[in-house]
């Protein structure tokens, strides 16, 4: 059985870095590719990044002005990512999710919420 | 970026009644469109794939059109089930824009 599990998110202060870890379980993780997505409160779905199955390749979207970062260790079954000189606009519901090639995300994970507060 | 405009941003609807939710793409996408469905607090769920093809365990009542720019999703019987936010998705090209959601409501 498919699972994801977010885990990291919590309150932050503005400024200041966090890294969120997806943490994968029943299917052969190195094989797919996996995004991050958000969800401010009350808002709509936003793309974050994409990290290829190996590793090799990211892309991100161009509002996050480069200081997210994301990766995977295959090795574990976790993709990450690493989010520095977070703002308040920042604040939202951060899912990871699954993409088999030519389908749309048919796992995600529950989600874990990041609060960027002074 | 791909701009994808969903109409209407709010439905509100009966049980039993037909409804279509239309997803516009700022430029063409061929046939790389989902349609997610999200209830409060939870995650969402993978309805249409590929525009039209069911996600295994998804209801037959739930039907996806279209190719290019202009597509739709059809639920041909409402069921109160179903009263939830629906959101495409591009995945043509990166970054992969969804939809800015429509919250179907009970009438």
């Known amino acids: 059985q498919v699972h994801l599990v977010e885990s990291g998110g919590g309150v932050v202060q503005p400024g200041r870095s966090l890294r969120l870890s997806c943490a994968a379980s029943g299917f052969t993780f190195s094989s797919h590719v996996m995004h991050w997505v958000r969800q401010a409160p009350g808002k709509g779905l936003e793309w974050l990044a994409v990290?290829?199955?190996?590793?090799?390749?990211?892309y991100y979207a161009d509002s996050l002005k480069g200081r997210f970062a994301i990766s995977r260790d295959n090795s574990k079954n976790t993709v990450f990512l690493q989010m520095n000189s977070l703002t308040v606009e920042d604040t939202a519901v951060y899912y990871c999710?699954?993409?088999?090639?030519?389908?749309?995300?048919?796992?995600w994970g529950q989600g874990t919420l990041v609060t960027v507060s002074s | 970026d791909i701009q994808l405009t969903q109409s209407p941003s709010f439905l509100s609807a009966s049980v039993g009644d037909r409804v279509t939710i239309t997803c516009r793409a700022s430029q063409g996408i061929t046939s790389y469109l989902a349609w997610y469905q999200q209830k409060p607090g939870k995650a969402p769920k993978l309805l249409i794939y590929?525009?039209?093809t069911l996600q295994s365990g998804v209801p037959s009542r739930f039907s996806g059109s279209g190719s290019g720019t202009e597509f739709t999703l059809t639920i041909s019987s409402l069921q109160p089930d179903d009263f939830a936010t629906y959101y495409c998705q591009q995945l043509y090209t990166y970054p992969y824009t969804f939809g800015q959601g429509t919250k179907l409501e009970i009438k």
């Open positions: 990290i290829s199955s190996d590793g090799s390749n990211q």
């Open positions: 999710a699954r993409l088999p090639y030519g389908s749309g995300y048919d796992y």
């Open positions: 590929a525009a039209s």
